[in-house]
């Protein structure tokens, strides 16, 4: 009884009839509204997949699982095997739900990574030779055809013989006697065929009056010659109907032998429609899929971002208000979760939307949460939200809590619980017990009584359900039930943000953190006299006063961690911003610099190809005849024009004799920048330079002064031979880099570097890949110090550019 009110009070009702409305067939529609919830945690993990498997099929088809087709034929079925006889659109329903099944069917089965669907259809018999005969005797209006059996259709040739002979009879008729008639009409009275007649002509065409107009003065007569034809019309049609009955008792024979198959038929198609119906919604929810966590392994729940999925509907249907989501972040030892804070910010919807997401997690449908969504599998969810008043029963709002708490620790007391891994008994409890996989969802606990003994009742009550349920959560008012988190390490409180400068709820939910009474501020800001509020406070008590002050430096120092993340945030995205443009300039420099060299290489070539038609002409020239010096001479001069013509100019020596010093500000050809200098050129030619809110280590002969001069090249003093400076050996076989043999340092100071490659050196049997990045070139210059009078290095390079360049450096180890 308990686990229903339960449903009613979290409006789960309300839940599945939005879920109906995804549904494709009247079948899945009448599932979702009355969904099943499953009794075992492997039932809801199939349902969990089969939502999966249908919601990346979505993705996949361009549109979507098709039902076109699929009816509900259940009562057809059910009367075909009591022998009644199906009419003609209920044939033609079963033969289109075959054709629809039959697709379904099909594009299941070419799909892939579909498993559970596709063995869901394995065993979907469609049976085409009934769907073929049912269509070849019943036509798209649900009558029987002609060509249904050769009987029906020489009853048929006879009756439209017969209705054209009693037409043509009664055109005579009405040209003959068109003064007594209305009109000149012939229409039907019931299967007789009949003419508008003057009701005071009536014995100019003697017959059978069938009908009169409402007026009177229009009588609806079979005339007497056409009454034998009339009654060989109506026999004909004794005889047609007969064998439609016999032609559709066939059918119906046929559908009856194969009951068992149609039905499951429905089921499984029915199946796939609420699995469908469930993929839909959790698409439009934005709902991700939940994973069934153990607590008892230490696994923790985990609902970010967790939204309230009617008021979601509430908001896109119904133009409410923006839904605000909330934080569950749920330690494996914590039992219970007391929330506090001022009414209407937000605790019982809390309750509600963490007891939604336990249901919709148990059904197969995903939960509206950031991923990851963890939550443990609940075989009961229990709630006592709401009054339960009885004027008839004489029931206070207290006595409701009571009755309804009570049942909901008598369903926790059902059920045959093991003891789960990892369990343990608990301090100053009654009889520890095994946990039961129960989320009880309480409230105001305590409430509706005198405060004192409402206070001590709630606190027994959640001590109690700490050792007897899985997870507890209850919204109270009670200041006792904060202390509870520091005597006891199964409790933790929450408790709902307000906002004091414009006296409302912000409805977000803070962890770790007791609400603190804002009544008597409220009060003040409110116009109450202050001396009043003074008063009040002096009855609460110094204490309470100290605790709320406590209270308060808490939530102000979690705005300013907040306000710091949030500025963290933003020069984070401002940082990779900055980035992406550099390297999309960079990118574009370069593509620049690749097509001016094709065109001038392009250019190149043109200017060689003319050269040599013009060098080819003047050896022509002097081939045409007998060659003097003159001829020789002109020649030569020739050819130094065109030579100086063609010869590129010799590049503009650059200018020498700038060095950068800290504080200059230079310009980065390669990057399109400018940049400020932070440190001078070190003995490597490296300095460090820094645009915009960006650093980096930049190499001497990349920068240039801003009037284009180039630096000097940095001559470097003979070192004292070292040990770790002797001449490379001979090139052995390569060395592959691994995990094993990479070390890195980047973030780490100096001093812990060395003790960390120190360590490294040690193990190592050949070349170390050592990551200290660019940085300030600081970690560099100390890895570099400590190789050089490392005994077991015997020399070391900057890595390969698509290895890291010079933000890794290889040690050979002798």
């Not at 962890?511 to 804002?518: A, E, H, M, T």
Request: some cysteine; hydrophobic content about 40%; glycine content about 6%.
């Amino acid at each position: 009884m308990i686990q229903s009110e339960t449903l009613d009070l979290l409006e789960w009702q309300r839940l599945c009839q939005h879920l109906s409305t995804f549904a494709a067939t009247k079948l899945g529609a009448t599932a979702a509204r009355y969904l099943k919830i499953p009794e075992s945690q492997p039932e809801s993990q199939q349902l969990l997949e089969q939502t999966k498997e249908v919601y990346q099929l979505e993705s996949r088809l361009a549109s979507g699982l098709s039902f076109e087709g699929i009816q509900d034929i259940g009562d057809s079925i059910e009367r075909a095997e009591l022998s009644g006889i199906l009419a003609g659109d209920e044939l033609l329903a079963i033969a289109t739900t075959l054709a629809g099944a039959r697709n379904l069917r099909r594009v299941i089965d070419n799909q892939e990574d579909v498993p559970l669907l596709t063995e869901l259809v394995a065993d979907l018999r469609t049976y085409p030779e009934l769907e073929q005969e049912i269509h070849r005797c019943i036509d798209e209006r649900a009558q029987v055809t002609d060509r249904a059996s050769q009987k029906l259709g020489e009853i048929r040739t006879d009756l439209r013989r017969l209705r054209s002979q009693i037409t043509q009879k009664l055109q005579n008729i009405l040209q003959a006697k068109s003064g007594a008639v209305q009109e000149q009409l012939i229409t039907q009275r019931g299967d007789r065929f009949v003419i508008p007649v003057k009701a005071p002509q009536k014995d100019a065409i003697p017959g059978i009056v069938h009908d009169t107009s409402t007026s009177g003065a229009t009588l609806y007569v079979e005339p007497n010659a056409i009454v034998p034809m009339g009654n060989q019309l109506r026999q004909a049609l004794r005889r047609e109907q007969v064998e439609e009955e016999a032609i559709r008792r066939i059918l119906t024979e046929q559908v009856a032998a194969v009951k068992p198959d149609l039905e499951r038929l429905l089921a499984i198609a029915t199946t796939l429609d609420l699995a469908t119906a469930r993929a839909r919604y959790s698409l439009w929810l934005k709902a991700n899929p939940p994973r069934f966590i153990e607590r008892q392994e230490k696994e923790i729940i985990t609902l970010r971002q967790l939204r309230h999925p009617l008021l979601v509907w509430q908001q896109q249907h119904e133009q409410g208000q923006a839904v605000i989501p909330v934080d569950l972040l749920i330690s494996p030892h914590i039992r219970v979760v007391t929330i506090t804070g001022p009414n209407t910010g937000g605790k019982t919807v809390t309750l509600k939307t963490l007891g939604l997401a336990a249901l919709m997690a148990k059904v197969g449908l995903f939960i509206p949460a950031r991923e990851p969504v963890e939550i443990p599998w609940f075989d009961k969810v229990l709630a006592d939200i709401g009054d339960e008043q009885s004027l008839q029963q004489s029931l206070s709002t207290f006595s409701g809590h009571i009755r309804r708490i009570s049942r909901i620790l008598n369903a926790l007391g059902t059920g045959d619980w093991g003891l789960g891994t990892g369990e343990k008994e608990i301090p100053n409890t009654q009889s520890p017990i095994p946990n039961p996989q129960s989320l009880v969802l309480l409230d105001e606990v305590g409430a509706g009584t005198d405060p004192v003994e409402g206070s001590a009742l709630a606190i027994a009550l959640l001590q109690y359900l700490a050792t007897h349920a899985q997870l507890t959560i209850a919204t109270t008012h009670f200041g006792e039930l904060k202390a509870l988190k520091y005597e006891d390490e199964r409790f933790e409180n929450a408790s709902v943000e307000f906002d004091e400068s414009t006296l409302s709820p912000t409805y977000r939910l803070l962890w770790g953190i007791p609400g603190r009474s804002n009544a008597l501020t409220i009060a003040l800001r409110l116009g109450l006299k202050p001396e009043v509020v003074e008063q009040a406070k002096s009855q609460v008590g110094e204490a309470t006063d100290e605790v709320n002050q406590v209270i308060a430096g808490l939530e102000a120092q979690r705005r300013r961690q907040e306000t710091k993340a949030a500025e963290a945030q933003n020069l984070l995205q401002q940082a990779e911003r900055l980035y992406k443009e550099v390297s999309a300039k960079a990118a574009a420099l370069e593509e620049r610099e690749k097509d001016l060299r094709a065109s001038q290489e392009v250019a190149v070539q043109q200017a060689i190809a003319q050269a040599k038609g013009e060098i080819a002409q003047v050896i022509r020239r002097l081939q045409k005849g007998t060659p003097t010096a003159q001829d020789a001479q002109q020649a030569t001069n020739t050819l130094n024009k065109i030579a100086g013509q063609y010869q590129p100019a010799a590049p503009a020596k650059p200018k020498v004799g700038f060095m950068p010093k800290v504080g200059d500000r230079v310009r980065i050809p390669k990057l399109g920048q400018t940049a400020d200098v932070l440190t001078a050129p070190d003995d490597d030619g490296e300095l460090s330079v820094r645009f915009g809110i960006m650093k980096m280590t930049v190499k001497l002969e990349d920068v240039e002064s801003l009037d284009g001069q180039k630096p000097e090249p940095i001559v470097k003093a003979k070192p004292t031979p070292t040990p770790a400076a002797v001449t490379p050996p001979p090139p052995s076989a390569p060395v592959i880099r691994t995990s094993k043999n990479t070390i890195d340092l980047r973030g780490k100071r100096v001093a812990d570097a060395e003790y960390i490659l120190d360590k490294g050196i040690s193990e190592a049997t050949g070349p170390v890949w050592i990551i200290h990045g660019y940085g300030t070139g600081k970690l560099r210059q100390g890895v570099h110090a400590f190789l050089q009078q490392h005994s077991r290095v015997s020399h070391y390079e900057a890595a390969e550019q698509a290895d890291g360049g010079n933000g890794v450096t290889i040690a050979h180890i002798q």
